[in-house]
């Protein structure tokens, strides 16, 4: 018999309801309408569920965003002025911005642990050599900075914890405006920029830290509370100008009287900085050369803080050359002190010299090596006055300054006229004194 297809084949092949072919074997007349009538009924069915659903148009699209956007409106956004904000690692930084750069703030985390092993001629009683050793957080510090309501007007508090006692301390609160192109003013606590080797972060220092005539003569890094006027002609020009008035050297978390209360009336200090050749000024706040290309700044600075009949004048002039994989950085400090001890007719005068430099091997590994040389008044010293350090090391960069190994060796023919436990020094002069120092440094 000839196979042939059917009507009711064809539509049970469509919805599945009966085999693709059929027989010879011809279904009924009455199986035809029973299929048909169940076809019929599950068509009104889905038409049926069909309108009782929601039927949407176009008008009622529009009217339910609207809707939403004016909600969103009637809500707080993060800052009053803006409603978009993205985060991220930039710049060499986690920030959070805003989308019209109005706002931002950036958290920091810098951290320095280090060993440091002394070791001094005659360092103790009946003339037996001494051997000091141990570990430090020499520094732990937390940043927030950024601007707020403007580009314009940028801000930098930190706090710094005691290396002894692991008290936390304000280090720096300020903000600072760009009132003109060139110009702006700065109020607050900051550090005071007159010396270059000084005015370098803790982060970007060629050696584990500074100089011993850094020490001496400027008392390490001094932080001040004022209001200052900076001049800078942009990234390549070749001016930057500071002008400030201030509580006095070294003011930090002081408050408003005078002496006896603080060491000083007042301060007036300043620095310029000229750049005779190179490119953009990033480059002038680090002392190694890092691939930067060429560079050459000279600059001067002042401090003078007065306490009634007494005037402290700190100056220096000082020149910081990069070329390839060489940096250099070389200086004079001086401080004149009228009136020491109350008298008129004292007056001391100290000063001393500055030299380092550093080379490049590859993109992680720095060799470098410093002298500096301090020479106290004569009228004014018991035994010796003239003290130096020769510092040589290495530097290993794991991520740039964000975390690198310095390691260094410094030797003081001398030793130190007192204790200068911040970079690893103590007092006993007129003996042979070495250093052993070893640094890990996190930035975040």
């Not at 569920?49 to 939403?68: L, M």
């Not at 607050?188 to 970007?204: H, L, N, V």
């Not at 550093?358 to 009228?379: C, K, V």
Request: hydrophobic fraction near 35%.
């Amino acid at each position: 018999m000839t196979k042939r297809r059917t009507i009711p084949a064809l539509l049970a092949a469509t919805f599945g309801l009966g085999a693709t072919c059929a027989m010879a074997d011809q279904p009924s007349p009455v199986d035809m309408q029973r299929q048909l009538d169940a076809l019929k009924a599950e068509i009104a069915q889905l038409k049926a569920s069909k309108a009782d659903g929601p039927a949407y148009t176009q008008k009622d699209v529009e009217a339910a965003v609207d809707s939403v956007l004016r909600d969103a409106d009637k809500r707080p956004s993060l800052l009053a002025e803006t409603s978009t904000f993205y985060g991220g690692y930039i710049d060499d930084k986690f920030s959070i911005r805003s989308a019209d750069g109005n706002f931002s703030m950036s958290p920091s985390v810098g951290f320095q642990f280090r060993s440091v092993t002394n070791m001094q001629d005659n360092g103790k009683s009946g003339g037996r050599d001494n051997v000091d050793n141990g570990f430090e957080v020499r520094r732990l510090k937390f940043g927030l900075d950024g601007n707020a309501f403007s580009k314009a007007l940028y801000y930098n508090f930190v706090w710094a914890t005691d290396r002894n006692s692991g008290d936390l301390v304000l280090e720096e609160a300020y903000a600072r405006y760009q009132f003109a192109t060139n110009w702006a003013v700065k109020v607050g606590q900051y550090k005071e920029m007159i010396w270059q080797e000084s005015s370098t972060s803790y982060k970007r220092l060629l050696a584990v830290d500074r100089s011993l005539l850094n020490e001496l003569l400027n008392s390490g890094e001094s932080y001040i509370q004022g209001i200052e006027l900076n001049y800078d002609n942009g990234p390549r020009g070749n001016v930057q100008a500071s002008l400030g008035f201030s509580d006095g050297y070294n003011s930090r978390n002081t408050n408003f009287q005078d002496p006896p209360a603080n060491a000083f009336d007042f301060g007036v200090y300043g620095r310029v900085n000229y750049k005779v050749f190179g490119g953009d000024w990033k480059s002038y706040s680090d002392m190694t050369s890092m691939g930067k290309g060429d560079l050459l700044v000279v600059g001067a600075g002042f401090d003078w803080s007065q306490n009634g009949d007494t005037d402290v004048v700190r100056h220096v002039v000082d020149a910081q050359w990069e070329s390839g994989a060489w940096s250099a950085l070389a200086g004079y400090y001086g401080r004149w002190t009228r009136g020491v001890g109350g008298l008129n007719d004292n007056d001391a005068y100290d000063w001393g010299f500055l030299a380092q430099a550093g080379y490049m091997l590859n993109s992680q590994y720095e060799i470098f090596g410093r002298w500096s040389m301090t020479h106290l008044d004569d009228n004014f010293t018991d035994g010796d006055n003239e003290f130096c350090d020769l510092t040589v090391g290495v530097n290993y960069y794991l991520k740039g300054h964000s975390a690198k190994v310095t390691v260094d060796f410094s030797w003081l023919p001398n030793g130190s006229p007192s204790n200068q436990t911040g970079i690893g020094v103590l007092g006993n002069e007129g003996e042979d004194q070495f250093l052993i120092r070893a640094q890990f440094q996190l930035l975040l």
